[in-house]
Nanobody
Framework: QVQLVESGGGLVQAGGSLRLSCAASVRTFSSYALGWFRQAPGKEREFVAG???????????RYADSVKGRFTISRDNAKNTVYLHMNALKPDDTAVYYC??????????????WGQGTQVTVSS
């Protein structure tokens, strides 16, 4: 059974940094599209960042406007892990962060697999 397991959430002061990790138990990890989403209390889940499968060249990453320049998504295909590096955190970044994956590595519009989420809280 495919699993995505997030880690790295926690409490941080505004302006601080965190790195989220998501380990995936899939056989062809490098070909998967990977993404990070978040859901704040009372709000809908929103896309944060995504990275296409390794075979797809060009612009392989995408970010929400609200995190551009502050967050970076990266993948380590040898470790079956995707990361979200978050810098210059703001209280508005407080949310449960979810890792997502999809076997269609060409696209970042839909994801079949989801993790259980990890809480990120940014204090002012």
């Amino acid at each position: 059974q495919v699993q995505l397991v997030e880690s790295g959430g926690g409490l941080v002061q505004a302006g601080g940094s965190l790195r989220l990790s998501c380990a995936a138990s899939v056989r062809t990890f490098s070909s998967y599209a990977l993404g990070w989403f978040r859901q704040a209390p009372g709000k809908e889940r929103e896309f944060v960042a995504g990275v296409r499968g390794i075979v797809w060249l060009g612009d392989s990453t995408r970010y929400a406007d609200s995190v551009k320049g502050r967050f970076t998504i990266s993948r380590d295909n040898a470790k079956n892990t995707v990361y979200l590096h978050m810098n210059a955190l703001k209280p508005d970044d407080t949310a449960v962060y979810y890792c997502a994956a999809d076997p269609n590595g060409r696209q970042l519009a839909q994801f079949q697999l989801w993790g259980q989420g990890t809480q990120v809280t940014v204090s002012s």
